[in-house]
């Protein structure tokens, strides 16, 4: 039975992402924060709840050490737990909330990605694949978003990089970028939100689920095979034509 670590898993897309794998019969892992909420994710379904704030290098070691005690080995890690800022421009934001933006979005996203690389590069048999949650942000911004857009340019960072350092070790990584899935972050899209030319519209969503298909599809190939990045978006958003 394949085996995931989804973190990030007890609200949004790392939940129904979790779903999704669990209704697939996978072995799934939950790790975030609030035990009861990854509880929540997990329902009746035989989950491994690993609560733990990704930003927290003794807490994610901890965390990995159980998976491996518990499993033995790990086969793909959704690296998914972010958070953003409410947009504003850069010298009216705070800079203790960019630090605290950079733990999970930055720091956290490194330190699960080097538990899960050390654990897949020593298991036998060896490889196993990392999907990073990036951002449509990192490519073009939203107004405000300096914080979050930064934090997003580190995760293709990490990305590309380790799209290259998993080749010896038969590790693919991956990155999908996501455009108004509606989740509680995006619940304010449909009613209005800042543009580039300073109005306020209303903008298209999706259907979460099909975050989850994406991350099940990237999931379910063969180590030679990879999909470096992936974008899905609400068709009408307006990426196309926001810069």
Not at 38 to 62: W, Y
Request: charged share 20%; proline share 6%.
């Amino acid at each position: 039975m394949k085996t995931i670590l989804i973190t990030g898993a007890g609200a949004g897309i790392g939940r129904a992402v979790a779903r999704r794998f669990l209704d697939e019969g996978w072995q799934v892992a939950l790790m975030g924060r609030r035990v009861a909420a990854l509880e929540e994710t997990a329902g009746a379904a035989p989950a491994l709840i690993l609560p733990a704030d990704v930003g927290d290098p003794a807490a994610v070691e901890a965390a990995f050490a159980t998976l491996e005690s518990e499993w033995g080995r790990l086969d793909v890690l959704f690296n998914n737990a972010g958070t953003s800022l409410p947009g504003r421009p850069i010298d009216e934001i705070a800079v203790e909330d960019w630090l605290r933006l950079c733990q999970t979005n930055i720091t956290g996203m490194f330190l699960c990605a080097r538990a899960a690389f050390g654990l897949m590069r020593r298991q036998a048999p060896q490889g196993g694949r990392i999907i990073n949650n990036g951002s449509i942000s990192a490519d073009r911004p939203r107004p405000g978003s300096a914080p979050y857009t930064m934090s997003k340019h580190a995760v293709t960072g990490l990305t590309k990089t380790l799209v290259l350092d998993g080749r010896n070790f038969d590790i693919a990584c991956g990155q999908i970028d996501i455009g108004n899935a509606l989740t509680e972050m995006a619940a304010a899209f449909p009613k209005g939100v800042p543009q580039a030319d300073g109005t306020i519209r209303a903008e298209p969503v999706m259907d979460v689920a099909h975050v989850a298909d994406a991350v099940l599809h990237m999931a379910g190939l063969p180590l030679d095979v990879n999909i470096p990045f992936l974008t899905v978006m609400a068709r009408d958003m307006p990426l196309y034509g926001r810069g």
